[in-house]
Structure formats: C-alpha cells, structure tokens
C-alpha cells in the first residue's frame, strides 16, 4: 500500500497518510457538550492509525440535533478541546465539519421552523421550511465564521464546511431548492454566492494558513439538480476562495440513488471525485463505499483522487490502518454496509453501534481481558454469534474448539448473501474464518451436536448457537409438492417455476422475490458488453436489465411489506422490488395452497392467487430444545443468538461477543 500510507499536505497540515474519516453522526452527545463516550471513540480511531479524523457535523447554530456536537457557542470549547487533546495524544489530527441543514432541520428537535433558500418542503423530514431573509442569510455566514474560531481556539488542525447531502449550501447551489430571484439565487453565478461567502468568510476568520476544506455532493442525483459539471465549477471558485481540499462524496438525503448502502458497489462514485480532481490544484478525497485499503489503493493508484474517505470503515474496524501497514488485510473488519447499526441508528435517534464491530461506542467499556484460568470452550454453532464467541474467546486465550452442523461456517449469513446486492454479507464469514484460523481454533464442520456428544467432550464451558429453523405456518395444503422454504430457495437447493407466490413479506420474503425476480436479467457485464457496441438502443438495454423471466408476487398480512428492514435499507429494497415488477399484496391471509395456488382472505374476500410454486418465507422458530437440555446438565453453559429468539445479526455478534468475553 504505497500511496495509501505514504504522506500528504494540506494547505500546511501534513497527514502521516491518506486516509481520511469522514465526519459522520454518532449521537453520543448529549446537548451538544464533548463526554467521554466521544473523545474515547476518537481516541481509539487516532490509535488506530488514521491519518486526519473529521468531527461532526458540528451545529453551528440552533438548527442542529439535540445529539450532535454544538460549536454555535464559546462554552463547549473546553469539551472539544478535551477531544482534540485526545485524538493528538495518539498521534493523529483532527478536523471540525462546520454543519447547517436547513430544511433539513426537524423542527421538534430544534424547537423552530427550518430555514431555506426558498419554502420547498423536504421528502426527507417531511417539514415545510421558510425562506430566509437576506439578513438571516449574512447571519449564517457569520455563524460559520465564527464557529471555525471556536474550532480553531479549541486547537483543532483544521475546519470543513459541508457544502454536501442536501445541507444549506446545497440547497442555495441547487435549482430544485433555490428559487430565489434574488443576489442568493437564479442563476447558477448567483446560486453559488452563499456557499462562496461560507467559505470566504472562514478563511478571513481563521487566516490564511489555516487548512480549510469544503465537503462537496459530486453529484445531486436529484430530477433537476446539479451534475459533476456544475460541482466542479463551484469547486474551482472555492478553491479561488481560499479552500485548501475538496471532500467528494454523493448525492442528497433524498436521492433515489442509495449512496452507502451495501447495494451500491464498492467504490462506485469515486468518479465523482475524479472529475472535481482534474480540474482543481488541490487535494481531492473520495468517498463513499470504500471498505478495503486494496480498493483504496486502486483509486489513488489511478490518479482518480489524493485521499480516501473512509467513515463507516473505520467504525468497523478502528485499527485498518494499522492491521494494513502491518501487511494483515485479513484481520480487517470490513463495514458491509448493512447499516444495522450505524444509519439505522442515526435515523432511529439511537447511539451509533456496527454489526462487525460489537465495541464500536462502548470504547469506554472495560475491553475483555486475558483469561486469569484457561478453560476449553466448546462452541455449539458457526453462525454469526457462535463465530464471535470463538473469536472473543480464543483471543483472551482460551482452547476452543467450534461445532458446525453444516459443511461451512457462517450461519444464515450465508443465506443473506445470496441475493444481489446483499454480497458483502460474506466478507464477515471470511473474516471470521481468517481470525478462527490465527487465533488457533479447532473448527469441526458437518459436526452435529447432541446431548451425549457435549458431555462427553468434557468443556469447562459451553456457548450454544444453534441457531433457529424456518417456520412452516399453520395452512392447509403446506406440505404439498408445489411448496419450499425460502431459505430452501437461497441456498440453491429448491427449484421455482415461472409463477412464483411468497407467503411473508418480511425481509427474507422480500429477498428472495429481488432473487427470483432478476432471473433472466442481463447482469453487469452482458449489460457493458451491448452498451458499449451499441447492440440495442438504451431504452431495451434497461427494459433488459429488469425484466426477468419470473412473475414473483409477496403476500404479507401486515399493511406493508418489508416491516423488519432496517429503516435505510428498507427504501432500497423496496424500491428494486418495484424496479423488477414484483408485486405485493398487503393485508392478506393465505388460507388453503393447493395445485392452482394460494387462496387468499384479502379483508373478507376470497381470491385465487395463480402459482407453479409458493415459497414460504413466515419466519423462524429458535433450535432451543439442545440449549435447555445442556443448560440443565452442564455447570457454565451461555445461549447467544438465534438459540435465545430470532434476531438480528447485529444482536447475535454482540450477544457471541458478551459471553465470550465472561466465560
């Protein structure tokens, strides 16, 4: 990795490297002061390596979140500077992301009507805001002055202005936002004017040796919005006013592009990035889906950007710079972007956590220490909490040996990665197998366990992760020849005819219809290959690219589809359900399956839903039977995961990980 830990300048800061964490909302603030919580998850990250950590966003003003870092007011210097301190105590640098949402604001939070350039309500927030007047427009402009003083007074090593994600810059910068007839907007000249006063006050304000960057959007990705043309052009002036770096990520909020999670390839907009760096003398960083230094490498190596950014990468695995310096990318914790714990979080105005990472925001808890007696642990389970459990286990040096009934570990997770777009979920097998394997783990697969089997393997302590079976819901005719189970279907060792009925719509329903749908579809590289020779005209090569050969339709008793998705996830695989013509039907009950389909009470009325094959996708039920039995028979025996209730793997990693750091 020789760009990728070589260093780099900014303006007259020089990183030890070239990665870069990206500001990203945690909610561990409480009324906006610094706690420990904060300055202990920083601190970790600086340990790690890192080479510049970006805080925030930082409210600026009382438009901010009651769970965000303030920076509107000289009393939470002290607490900032307690961080800064900390993340310098570990060697590394830290920068402050100066924020203002503008319509983005919730006003139930804020305590006030959000502010734009003009009075277009948000999709996001669903708030109506109201247009700013000129003085209230200056006024800003001064607050992000005057809040990279307190940035700087607080010894931070530099300031950045979020001119990104459908924030107020980019509502002033955006024709679908700004409607104003004024100096502040109409033109594209006069639409840049505020951003361009953002940051030629800041400069003013902290000197001009202070480094200064400014996070851009690439691309809007909104119906009549900017392009990576006009960011480029705005770019280009902010570098004429004083900006030292250029922070390039994706599009709005409210884009129907998904930006970061894992459906949008690795990597995929560093193009954005590309196009601002071929046309500013500045350092450009790239962001968005950058989870592995190899990829990292990649871009830097093709000129395409100077830095990387990589914010949910670093939740997950604090130590990647390090572990990649050290030549051990098979150690990394790779973020899969699921979002489970961090934008579900953030959403949910919950404390930000990570389904890889069960430490990321409880840094301040004691970390599992070495085992004052080794003991021989038997692991009953290589799903995501049996693998944990081991991993934790061994590393406090514990002899442990891992039970898998089936041919390979991993569980479920195994099955969540089977539809497209949903692949990373195999990294975290993959790390767990690399870290089994280092940390001398004996894992038997195609073990199944028994009462008998446990006892006589004579551990000091038993985790068992036995996971949980597939429902089989209580409807006449389910044991017929035309009936599977969707895990059945996921796993590859159950057929679908041409007419497909799923009974659940919960996530792994809804997952399976987007499998079963893109059946037939041209995938990636058939879709170059025509484009690229013109084969067939736009119009077919999409046409193609959706509609597969399968007529998939979900029935969920609930009043919507999906209800178990997380909620930044939820939008996206709804939204490629539609792309791919499944169809749903809500408020439905399946009565009777039988040769012709599935009969449906639809709110008293009766249907007949057509189907070659129904797939049934109702749940899961926990294998607790072994648990309970061994619990009764064995002194020190601790039940993680799917063996307690069905569960997220979010849930099962964090529960692995508790009883192997007890045990």
Known sequence: MVLLLSPVKIGRMELKNRVVMPAMHLGYCRDGFVNEQLVE???VRARGGVGLIMVGGCAIDKYGHGNMVRIDNDKYIPGLADLVKGVHEEGGKIAAQLFQPGRYSYSF???????????IPSKLTRQMPRALAVDEIQGIVDSFGLAAVRAQKAGFDAVEAIGSAGYLISQFLSPVTNQRDDEYGGDFERRMRFGLEVARRIRTAVGPDYPVLFRVGGND???????NREIVMFCKRLEEAGVDAFNVTGGWHETTVPQITMAAPRGVFAYLARGVREAVGVP????NRINDPALAEEILANGMADLVGMAR????????????AAGQAGAIRKCIGCNQGCLDS?????????????????ELEQEPEPARQVKQVLVVGGGPGGMEAARVAAERGHRVTLWEKDRRLGGQLNLAAVPPGREEFSTVIEYYRHELDRLGVQVELNKEADEN?????GADAVVMATGAAPMQPPILGVDGANVVQAWDVLAGQAATGKRVVIIGGGAVGCETALLLARKGTLDADALHFLALNNAESWETLKELAIRGVKEVTVVEMQKAVGADIGISSRWVILQ????FGVKTITRATAREINERGVVLDTQGKEEVLEADTVVLAAGSRSLSGLCERVKEQLPEVYVVGDAVAPRKALDAIYQGYLAGAVL
């Open 221 to 227: 990705f909104m119906l009549g919005g900017n392009t």
């Open 41 to 43: 998850f920083y601190r």
């Open 109 to 119: 939070l804020s305590g006030t009507q959000p502010v734009a350039p003009s009075p």
């Open 313 to 324: 990468a670093m939740i997950a695995d604090p130590d990647l710079v390090a572990k990649t």
């Open 453 to 457: 089997s446990i006892k006589s393997f």
């Open 284 to 287: 450009v960083i790239a962001c």
């Open 576 to 579: 490629e359900m539609h792309r």
């Open 346 to 362: 953030v959403f949910t105005m919950k404390p930000v956590g990570c389904l890889v990472n069960a430490r990321a925001g409880r």
